[in-house]
């Protein structure tokens, strides 16, 4: 930044000279120069920008023939319709279902998560890319008091004024970007973490800002894009005003890891971002907020008879229906919710209820296993933490010709259940120096009082190329260690297919090593999910159901236990059940680390063998060269030497013979 009364050329180190003009003096000379650098990219190297989020790997992708992800369409836009990219490719994905049948001392047995097994397929479409214009952005922060650049970092390279684009590439980056599909405007909000690192390293953040985005349907960008909410008309793209605080000379201040929700089925819904952050209101301990981007207010979080935390962070929202929803009432409105949960930890399973309006939480909600039901499982340095939010999972879709195509029957407030991609995080799995991440698919199930897993995935990578290439996913140690999804952007029923068939499709934002930010679609999930025989009374529900039909145990159970399973309370059964799926999961991710480092090593091996192998051909061919060089030598010398011989015989007999 140029400070007030220092000469212009010790503050570029380049004697950049004045072109706007003593007019230009009323405002901040580093204005100047990125409006400048804005209008230069504007005419015509705007894509140089709208790549920055790939750069990371540039110069590895100049030293290798394979990039670590896969490239994106030339110009960073997703082609018109979702089989244009490409066919949803089978995956099988391994799982674990909710039996309701516990082990435990009880029992006289460890479950084992082998019994819980339970595989089927989705289809994984490629994923694509989302950029964003930072040096628009640099340009409309660049008034912040926390902006300002290291010294000299303007206006080098000669006074190049493309050099800006370098200055915002090392200064300013854009991760963790959460998207929901708003149905009433036909367009997706999506909001995103932006960091300011002067100092060119992401880790050493010093402001992070909330950026709002709109896109279509079909995921263009809508710059300029109008939303009127309650007769107020807001403009997007922008920065939202979280009422984020700060110290200058500080770090890490401002909005963190957001995430977006949106009530289904309420007209005129306002989405809700949730997102994590630093003021004095939590005496600068990272707390967890809730932000309303039409209304523009902002709500720190505060959970009841507890101390806060030095850090908060990993909430997981989702919206429950009260047991008065107008279930079935088609000509009664929803109205929005005065309350949100959240899966606050999933070990044990706590779930919070919080006011929208005040911020104020209760625990409703703490997992508590009976002694006698709890099966032993592995001790390692892992857990299932929040990623995505959880979505309603409907009782059942609608026929394709259904006015806007939308999920139809929901299911009961008594019985209700949520789909989403949570994460493991691992420390030293498999012997890797730093933490990996990875998703899995999830259902959580509610009669409103009590909560519990019915079904967890093992951990996703959806496969080879979809959203990393095949060397990025073989090393989970290194690039791509962190993968993690941020939003479920949409849920479609009934969506064609190439094959003339239809299928419901779940759209996700994922990031990569805080690097990417990606697109990805997903087929079958629901399907997955119907096809679950512990899901078998949610999809069959038909109203209001009794407590006792809460969990069910028929498709499940041998008939020694069935008697003894049937005195225990139902919710105690599934809950069980419930903790040993989480326990299951981290398991599943730690042998997918352990699996894959298992092959890296193995293929090292094999390299070093081949490699060995190789280096004993040469070593035998170089003998065996040697060999027949030294025999052809020792030939060549006997020749030579049995001629030599020869030639002094014949001198001999000459010498002999008697002269003429």
């Known amino acids: 930044m140029f400070k007030p009364g220092e000469d212009e050329s010790q503050s570029t180190g380049q004697g950049v000279p004045i072109i706007f003009g003593r007019a230009m003096m009323l405002l901040s000379k580093r204005i100047v120069i990125l409006c400048a650098a804005l209008v230069i990219l504007t005419l015509g190297f705007r894509h140089v920008n709208e790549q920055n989020e790939i750069n990371l790997w540039s110069s590895a992708a100049s030293k290798s023939s394979t990039n670590p992800y896969p490239l994106p369409h030339q110009d960073g836009a997703p082609t018109e319709d979702v089989e244009d990219l490409g066919a949803f490719r089978r995956r099988n994905i391994q799982g674990f279902q909710n039996t309701g049948v516990p082990g435990g001392e009880a029992l006289g047995h460890n479950l084992t998560c082998s019994t819980l ?14 950029y964003d214009d930072l040096v628009e952005v640099a340009a409309e922060l660049d008034g912040h008091p926390m902006v300002e650049y290291t010294g000299g970092s303007a206006g080098r390279n000669g006074g190049d004024p493309f050099a800006l684009t370098d200055l915002v590439t090392t200064s300013w980056s854009r991760l963790a970007t959460a998207c929901t599909f708003m149905p009433d405007y036909g367009v ?50 922008k920065v939202f005003d979280t009422s984020s605080e700060y110290k200058l000379g500080g770090e890490y201040f401002g909005p963190e890891d957001a995430r ?24 600068w301990n990272r707390a967890m ?20 935390p030095k850090k908060e962070k990993n909430w997981a929202p989702f919206f429950v229906k009260d047991l008065d929803d107008p279930l079935q009432d088609k000509k009664v409105a929803r109205q929005p919710s005065k ?13 919070l209820k919080c006011q ?16 006698g039901l709890l099966s032993t499982h592995g001790d390692y340095d892992g857990s299932l933490r929040g990623g995505t939010q959880f979505l309603p999972i409907p009782a059942s879709v609608t026929p394709p010709s259904t006015r806007d195509r939308i999920f139809h029957k929901q299911s009961s407030p008594m019985l209700q259940s949520f789909v989403a991609f949570p994460r493991t995080h691992l420390e030293n799995a498999g012997g890797c120096s730093r933490a990996v991440y990875r998703p899995e698919l999830v259902v959580l199930t509610t009669n409103t009082t009590h909560f519990y897993l019915s079904y967890g995935s093992g951990a996703l990578d959806f496969g080879p190329g979809a959203i990393m290439s095949e060397e990025v996913l073989a090393d989970p140690c290194n690039r791509g260690r962190i993968m993690i999804t941020n939003s479920i952007a949409r849920w479609e029923p009934n969506v064609p297919m190439s094959d003339g068939k239809t299928s419901d499709v779940m759209t996700l934002t994922l990031s990569v090593d805080d690097a990417t930010v990606q697109v990805a679609r997903l087929s079958g999930i629901w399907s997955l999910i119907r096809g679950l025989p512990s899901m078998s009374r949610y999809f069959s529900q038909t109203g209001h159901l009794p407590e006792e039909d809460f969990a069910s145990i028929e498709q499940f159970g041998d008939d020694d236990d069935r008697e003894l399973l049937q005195s225990l309370d139902p919710f105690s059964r599934v809950s069980a059940v419930g903790w040993d799926i989480r326990a299951c999961l981290e398991e599943a991710a730690l042998a997918y680390v352990g699996g894959h480092i ?11 063998a081949e490699q060995a192998k190789q280096i004993e051909e040469e070593k035998r061919q170089r003998e065996e060269e040697e060999a027949a060089a030294k025999k052809q030598k020792e030939e060549e010398e006997k020749a030579k030497k049995k001629e030599k011989e020869k030639l002094e015989e014949d001198k001999a007999k000459k010498l002999l013979l008697p002269p003429t």
């Open 598 to 608: 298992l092959r890296v090593d193995e293929a090292v091996l094999q390299a070093e």
């Open 117 to 130: 097994t339970h595989s089927a397929e989705i289809g994984v479409q490629d994923s694509f890319y989302l």
């Open 356 to 371: 929208l309006l005040t911020g104020m939480c209760d625990i409703v909600f703490v997992q508590d296993v009976d002694q």
């Open 289 to 308: 907020w809730i932000f309303r981007p039409f209304s523009q207010t902002s709500t720190i979080l505060t959970v009841k008879d507890t101390e806060r």
């Open 188 to 237: 997706y909000l999506c909001v995103s973490r932006i960091i300011f690192h002067p100092d060119g390293h992401r880790n050493r953040c010093r402001m992070s800002f909330l950026r709002g985005q709109i896109y279509s349907d079909k995921w263009v960008h809508l710059h300029g894009h109008k939303i009127v909410w309650k007769e107020q008309e807001i403009t997007f793209p």
């Open 260 to 283: 977006i929700i949106i009530e289904e089925g309420v007209e005129g819904a306002e989405p809700v971002v949730v997102f994590n952050m630093i003021t004095s209101l939590s005496d």
């Open 339 to 351: 309350y949100i949960h959240f899966i606050w930890r999933f070990e044990p399973l706590t779930i």
